[in-house]
T-cell receptor
Framework: DGGITQSPKYLFRKEGQNVTLSCEQNLNHDAMYWYRQDPGQGLRLIYYSQIVNDFQKGDIAEGYSVSREKKESFPLTVTSAQKNPTAFYLC??????????????FGNGTRLTVT | KQEVTQIPAALSVPEGENLVLNCSFTDSAIYNLQWFRQDPGKGLTSLQSSQREQTSGRLNASLDKSSGRSTLYIAASQPGDSATYLCAAPNSGGYQKVTFGIGTKLQVIP
């Protein structure tokens, strides 16, 4: 079955450490996205990528970095510069980036706790 | 920029009731709008993505662009429907920048 796999499900890190969250999709989708979800707030876009080797900042990119070396993979690194990294992180994909008729598909998320 | 509002924020109903979840958006120049279900600690599951697509026998989403509203109807609610329901409207240009509502947390009481 096609889908999006995020790993790990839970991640614990000490303050000051960088951490990388994995996102892999086998849907053959061109576009991939990273969102952050905090209690009482809507999902906020961190980074998105329309095609391989290209990505753009979303609304809250500071303290995060990404790469898109393969179509299937879009890892997110939470750096020590991110002031409040503890959150639920969601990866998504869509068939195309520039299309209204290209709905989002989500993974099951990674809950990151930084102490 | 697109703004999305979901009312109510939380809803508790007895099993069997028909109910309506609302989603309002400010930029009506959209093709469609997505509804999602989210269970606690899980990702988002898309319910539908078309303008007037029926999601299942009991769930039905509609979109009225002229009024800036989308409605998710749930007929004969069941305890298994308990979850948070989110709507997402694209900003101009498609889904690369989508605005999500905060969601409606639904509890269906047996």
């Amino acid at each position: 079955d096609g889908g999006i796999t995020q790993s790990p499900k839970y991640l614990f890190r000490k303050e000051g450490q960088n951490v990388t969250l994995s996102c892999e999709q086998n849907l053959n989708h061109d576009a991939m996205y990273w969102y952050r979800q905090d209690p009482g707030q809507g999902l906020r876009l961190i980074y998105y990528s329309q095609i391989v080797n290209d990505f753009q900042k979303g609304d809250i990119a500071e303290g995060y970095s990404v790469s898109r070396e393969k179509k299937e993979s879009f890892p997110l690194t939470v750096t020590s510069a991110q002031k409040n990294p503890t959150a639920f992180y969601l990866c998504a994909s869509s068939i195309y980036g520039y299309s209204y008729n290209s709905p989002l598909h989500f993974g099951n998320g990674t809950r990151l706790t930084v102490t | 920029k697109q703004e999305v509002t979901q009312i109510p924020a939380a809803l508790s109903v007895p099993e069997g009731e028909n109910l309506v979840l609302n989603c309002s958006f400010t930029d009506s120049a959209i093709y469609n709008l997505q509804w999602f279900r989210q269970d606690p600690g899980k990702g988002l599951t898309s319910l539908q993505s078309s303008q007037r697509e029926q999601t299942s026998g009991r769930l039905n989403a509609s979109l009225d662009k002229s009024s800036g509203r989308s409605t998710l109807y749930i007929a004969a609610s069941q305890p298994g429907d308990s979850a948070t329901y989110l709507c997402a409207a694209p900003n101009s240009g498609g889904y690369q920048k989508v605005t999500f509502g905060i969601g409606t947390k639904l509890q269906v009481i047996p």
